[in-house]
């Protein structure tokens, strides 16, 4: 198994070739029309027509918001590069070993699905030969390019896709590594400490959709890429699946060779066959018109569907892309309304023998008829083995057929905008500008006192300077550490523990605290509620007082006691530490005096 | 054995090497760096300590376009070329855009355009818009002229940055005209997806195929590739260095627009049974920029051995007083002197304020609501082809739909 991964991370710059801000907007304020049409280049007579099949069809509606100019709209050329972007996609390279270009060149990848008003893609290769170490050894990293964020997606039909430009030019590193990795672990080890490394510059965007994984998977057949895999944790679950979905496709190919298997290219119409079917799918589509095509798939049962193959899946998710879902199959027939005289009658019908499986599918014609291509398409491949896709993660772990893998990228020069030169004594200078690596970060933290996973755990979340200010300033490493692990990122430590150290409220109130605040909740108004907080002073005194001769007695022994009925009257309303402290002052003064 | 671009090299540098097909150096950079294609495609710039060769390019012949088959009943229309890159093909091994020579290459790129018309095709020249002189507006119109045995309709495909002077040439030299003769440009190169060209392109065949018999100006109506506007060859004026919609008509209704049809808004010439071409230009006209604290020795240099002059005053049309005596000695010597303004919208009047009437006492044209530039053009026509007082009587009448006597609220 070979696996690699691709990160996609935005930054938290102003765009990359323009001077808008780097966020998501709802403020709508216009609307333009555009037609994008590929190139020409190497296109010989077949792409004309394909060419003239993109006129006619798709419009691309682009939703003008507060946060893009005319640099978005492709109506004025694009700015230089934004530097402070570049400085971010430098260091990060630095940081990942990588050996930086001495002049940068910026390139147009064409890109026509009407992602980039331009039609292309500006990217441009910033670093090469970079590594990351892991506990499971070192991973290559080929590549990292500082390229432009596509503008969003906000609605897609048949002739026409909305997209809005509020995203559209928001830098993006992209780094790739070799498909060096042996195992989903790996992979997430991989990930983890390269998103730790974009973090440590503080100038990435955090929040849903600011990075993108991508998986490249690989058993020595075909190449499949799981496209925008966001959770880390599920990394391994994804690669175990997409290993496990690969090697049975090998062993049904292995079978399929073995049994000289076939498939024809005739399509049968079985529509006749349902006419009084129980199958609901089936019978509502026959009354809209439509029609049942079969298709004969020789020597092929038992693999569409058993306790171990499931090719039957791939057929369907095939033509599920086109809109299609009621494909049905030989191994899972009869079921779904579909009798066993049904079936009977199909496999008279495509002659069919033991061996023998088929598909058929329900709908419009011209739609069954070209969902047909596809399983033919599909059906043909499995003879080989794993074919080369993009497949969409699911949230069970598993993972569904997107589209074929695109072929190599065509890129030409961004001529708008001039090379950049990095001088050697530029990259000296960020050398000595880098943040700490993260494994450095969190001996930093560790020795403020808290576990060393806390540490990896507050580093994932970005708030290790947060963390580090409030426990070097109030004290209580391991309570902030739980407050900010269990809590949220967008609320305010700092006054809780500065409250907390006053005496305010005792440290057990602070989980609550936290909580109420992450819910929405102004800590004023909370900490309004401890305001008729107890006189501490009031209350050691007077439990001295009554235990006078106690502490005389037992002398140093009569602390612990005393505390336990300190504690038994400030618990929740006032630091036990703050209790211990005062208590102790005067139980030494007593004990003093007393000799 | 000699290195070249193209070549699949081999490049030792301080950061370890790098290999990929060497490209040519562009004109601007540090001479020490060395550009590379990346085999996934990246260019990259590297200070090369060595360069080593892994294999020579080849040499890619300019590849041959297939011939086309003329199809009975579609009218046939000239594509004049003048240069840039409306349309252009890239080639994705060196990046490089090739322009459009041949009608072959034309069609390779905007293949709908079979659809429309038969197409002509030949370059006249490949210069820059910024390049242009009015010398090949002669040549244009002397080929337009030679191109009315074989066409019904003549495409200019020009550089955006010049278009409107060649437009206004063209409407003046052009006295008759058999067909329309029609100019477009794009304001993004066709190497790009997005580029306006093939909407631009398609929008002025169409327009070319009409019973017009004027010279015109098709470009985009607005950002959106929904429609293009048809804007008269002595009213259009590019407004925008980069917008799409950049080309305007000013002091007048644009004539059309062109969706899926051509639609004209209103009245316009139509062809006629000949071409009549008067070719003749007399470049010794200055356009002038007054602005305040203008030198009058400056002027004086300006009109020094100009037989006339185009000033784009401020406001109404005016320079400033002491500028005067200049203008008086000058057009007492008989050089022809012209007022419109810098406001563009609006006609100049030179009776409102002291100064214009001083102007005027002092021959200077007031020139309407005339554009500047379609002035400028318009007087070096006159002065080609007509005597002095014609020349001055000519020039505040409409002779080509540049000048008009109402204006409206848009
Ligand atoms: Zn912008």
């Known amino acids: 198994m070979k696996c690699g991964i691709e990160i996609h991370q935005q930054l938290n710059t102003k765009k990359l070739f323009c001077d808008c801000d780097s966020r998501l907007s709802d403020n709508v304020i216009g609307k333009v029309i555009r037609i994008l049409r590929p190139t020409q280049s190497e296109m010989g007579e077949v792409d004309r027509a394909a060419v003239e099949e993109s006129l006619k069809k798709r419009k691309y509606i682009y939703e003008i918001t507060d946060n893009s100019c005319l640099v978005e709209l492709d109506e004025e050329p694009p700015h230089e590069m934004n530097l402070e972007a570049i400085e971010t996609a430098l260091k990060v390279s630095l940081m990942l070993n990588a050996k930086i270009v001495d002049e940068i060149h910026v390139m147009r990848k064409i890109v026509i699905d009407g992602s980039n008003t331009s039609g292309f893609q500006r990217t441009a290769l910033v670093a090469m030969n970079g590594y990351v170490d892991t506990k499971f050894g070192r991973v290559k990293i080929p590549t990292i390019c500082l390229e432009e964020e596509a503008a969003r997606k906000i609605e897609e039909k048949d002739n026409y896709v909305v997209y809005r430009l509020d995203r559209l030019g928001i830098p993006l590193i992209e780094i790739a590594t070799s498909p060096d990795m042996k195992s989903g672990e790996e992979v997430k080890e991989v990930a983890q400490k390269i998103g730790y490394i974009l973090r440590a510059t503080k100038k990435v965007r955090r929040g849903a959709g600011t990075i993108r994984q991508d998986l490249n998977i690989s058993t020595g057949q075909g190449r499949v890429e799981i496209k925008g895999v966001s959770k880390l944790n599920m990394i391994p679950k994804w690669v175990e699946n997409e290993v496990k979905r690969q090697e049975m496709l090998k062993e049904v190919a292995e079978i399929l060779k073995e049994r000289d298997a076939r498939v024809h290219k005739e399509i049968y119409d079985l529509t006749d066959i349902f006419t009084n079917t129980k199958s609901k799918i089936i019978a509502r589509e026959i009354k809209n018109g439509g029609v049942v095509l079969g298709l004969k798939l020789e020597r092929f049962a038992g693999l569409l569907k058993s306790d171990k193959f499931r090719l039957g899946r791939e057929l369907a998710e095939r033509v599920r892309v086109i809109g299609i879902r009621g494909l049905f199959h030989g191994d899972e027939l009869p079921a779904y309304g579909i009798s066993g005289k049904e079936v009977e009658k199909i496999r008279k019908k495509l002659n069919l023998g033991d061996d023998d499986s088929f598909v058929i599918i329900a709908g419009p014609e011209e739609k069954v008829r070209l969902g047909m291509e596809k399983v033919i398409e599909r059906a043909k491949m499995a003879i080989h083995g794993v074919p080369d896709e993009t497949r969409a993660p699911k949230d069970d772990g598993s993972s569904i057929y997107m589209r074929p893998l695109p072929g190599a990228e065509r890129m030409y020069p961004e001529t708008d905008i001039p090379p950049i030169r990095i001088p050697n004594s530029y990259i000296e200078k960020l050398k000595r500008e880098l943040p700490k690596m993260p494994e450095e970060r969190v001996k930093d933290l560790v020795s403020l006192g808290i576990s060393e996973q806390d540490a990896w755990q507050i580093l994932h979340m970005g708030m290790e300077d947060e963390f580090e200010k409030i426990a070097k300033k109030y004290g209580y490493p391991t309570i902030v550490a739980r407050a900010m692990i269990n809590g ?37 108004d909370i900490l309004s509620e401890f305001k008729e907080s107890v006189n501490v002073d009031e209350v050691i005194e007077r439990i001295v007082k009554n235990k006078i001769e106690f502490i005389r007695e037992r002398r140093e022994n009569a602390f612990k006691p005393l505390m336990g009925i300190a504690m038994k009257e400030l618990r929740g309303k006032v630091d036990g530490r703050i209790v211990s402290e005062k208590l102790r002052e005067k139980v030494e003064k007593i004990i003093e005096s007393s000799s | 054995m000699n290195i070249e671009p193209g070549d699949y090299v081999e490049v030792a540098t301080s950061k370890g090497s790098v290999r990929g097909i060497l490209l040519p150096r562009p004109e601007y950079g540090e001479g020490n760096i060395v550009v590379i294609k990346l085999d996934n495609g990246y260019n990259v710039g590297v200070i090369a300590k060595e360069i080593r060769l892994i294999r020579k390019g080849e040499r890619k012949e300019r590849e041959r376009r297939g011939e086309i088959k003329n199809l009975k009943g579609l009218p046939t229309i000239s594509i004049i070329g003048t240069g840039g890159t409306i349309a252009s093909y890239v080639d994705y091994k060196t990046g490089a855009v090739n322009p459009a020579l041949t009608a072959e290459d034309f069609i390779f790129t905007v293949p709908e355009i079979v659809k429309e018309a038969n197409i002509r095709a030949e370059m006249v020249f490949n210069i820059l818009s910024e390049d242009m002189k009015p010398e090949y507006w002669i040549k244009i119109a002397r080929k337009i002229k030679d191109e009315a045995k074989f066409s019904n309709g003549i495409v200019i495909p020009h550089g955006t940055d010049t278009m409107s002077y060649t437009s206004a040439s063209l409407s003046f030299m052009l006295e008759k005209l058999p067909f329309p003769v029609v100019l477009v440009g794009s304001q993004r190169s066709s190497d790009r997806p997005s580029s306006d060209a093939y909407m631009n392109l398609i929008s002025a065949v169409k327009v070319a195929k009409t019973d017009l018999g004027e010279v015109v100006v098709v470009m985009h109506a607005t950002s959106s590739d929904d429609k293009c506007l048809i804007h008269r060859g002595t009213r259009v004026r590019k407004m925008h260095t980069s917008r799409r919609d950049a080309f305007k008509s000013v002091n007048s209704r644009p004539m059309g627009e062109v969706g899926e049809e051509v639609k004209f808004y209103g009245e316009y010439r139509k062809r006629d049974d000949k071409l009549v071409l008067r070719d003749k230009m007399d470049e010794k006209v200055s356009l002038i920029y007054f602005y305040p604290g203008m030198k009058s020795d400056l002027l004086e240099s300006l009109l020094d051995g100009m037989h006339g002059a185009i000033i ?79 020349v001055k009587k000519l020039m505040r009448e409409n002779l080509r739909g540049e000048i008009s006597n109402r204006r409206f609220l848009e």
Not at chain 2, 318 to 327: A, G, K, N, Q, Y
């Open chain 1, 488 to 524: 949220c990122r967008d609320i305010d430590y700092e006054p809780v523990f500065k409250y907390l150290n006053e005496g305010k409220f005792a440290k057990e109130a602070v989980d609550d605290i936290v909580l109420r605040m992450c819910n929405g909740e102004k800590f004023e």
């Open chain 2, 312 to 390: 784009m005053g401020t406001g109404l049309g005016h320079v400033s007083s002491d500028l005067l005596p200049i203008l008086r000695k000058n057009i007492r010597d008989g050089v022809v002197v012209g007022m419109t303004s810098q406001c563009l919208y609006g006609r100049v009047n030179l009776n409102v304020y002291s100064t214009g009437r001083e102007l005027k006492n002092a021959g200077v044209i007031p020139l309407e609501d005339m554009l500047p530039e379609v002035a400028y053009v318009k007087l070096m026509w006159l002065l080609g082809n007509y005597d002095l007082s014609k």
